[in-house]
């Protein structure tokens, strides 16, 4: 991904919420059979990383990036946002 649409991203992730939260159980199947299925549905996702989660951000998003085969858009604090185009039909695909 280059830089442009990395920033493009970023730029569209500011106006959505979270809508994954990882807690001190950490990154389970559970949470990222829900992140895989935002991914599908709606291309950009936020998530939140809870304050007695065992890792930061910016380790779980390295993690969720590659057992989704999604891309890394970014980090801040304790939120990290997750971009994979989808192939689903019928959805409005995020244009660069």
């Given at each position: 991904m280059k ?11 500011t106006n ?81």
């Amino acid at each position: 991904m280059k830089s442009k649409q990395r920033a493009n991203l970023r730029s569209l992730a500011t106006n959505i919420d979270a809508t994954t939260i990882i807690g001190k159980e950490g990154l389970t199947e559970t949470v990222l059979a829900q992140i895989d299925q935002q991914l599908n549905y709606r291309e950009l996702v936020k998530i939140s990383v809870l304050e007695g989660a065992e890792l930061s951000a910016k380790e779980y998003l390295q993690i969720a990036s590659e057992k989704l085969k999604a891309e890394q858009v970014c980090s801040i604090g304790r939120k990290f946002v997750l971009y994979r185009f989808s192939t689903k039909k019928g959805i409005k695909h995020i244009e660069f």
